[in-house]
Nanobody
Framework: QVQLVESGGGLVQAGGSLRLSCATS????????MAWFRQASGKEREFVAG???????FYADSVKGRFTVFRDNAKNTVYLQMNSLNPEDTAVYSC?????????????????WGHGTQVTVSS
């Protein structure tokens, strides 16, 4: 059974940092396209950051320079390091994996999803 389990969310003050983890199991995602999405209350889900099969990285403009996505294949885990957080970053963050070979930011193209972890940034 394929599972993606996020952790690391919580409450942080503006300017602070958090590191989210996405632990994968059930199959290997070492060379899969992986991405982080977020959904704020009352808003649509949006792309945050992602890794191609060869570990090239992509970021939403709103997080570029503040967030870093990377994977540790030995731990079957993908991470999202978030620095200089601001209240606009408050959302449920979910990781996703895609079986295809083509990089995409479109959430509907992803095949596997975690349940998400809440990130709340206070001002």
């Amino acid at each position: 059974q394929v599972q993606l389990v996020e952790s690391g969310g919580g409450l942080v003050q503006a300017g602070g940092s958090l590191r989210l983890s996405c632990a994968t199991s059930g199959r290997t995602f070492q060379s899969s396209i992986m991405a982080w999405f977020r959904q704020a209350s009352g808003k649509e889900r949006e792309f945050v950051a992602g890794l191609t099969r060869s570990d090239n990285t992509f970021y939403a403009d709103s997080v570029k320079g503040r967030f870093t996505v990377f994977r540790d294949n030995a731990k079957n885990t993908v991470y999202l390091q978030m620095n200089s957080l601001n209240p606009e970053d408050t959302a449920v963050y979910s990781c996703a994996a895609r079986d295809g070979n083509i990089w995409t930011r479109r959430s509907s193209d992803y095949d596997y999803w975690g349940h998400g972890t809440q990130v709340t940034v206070s001002s």
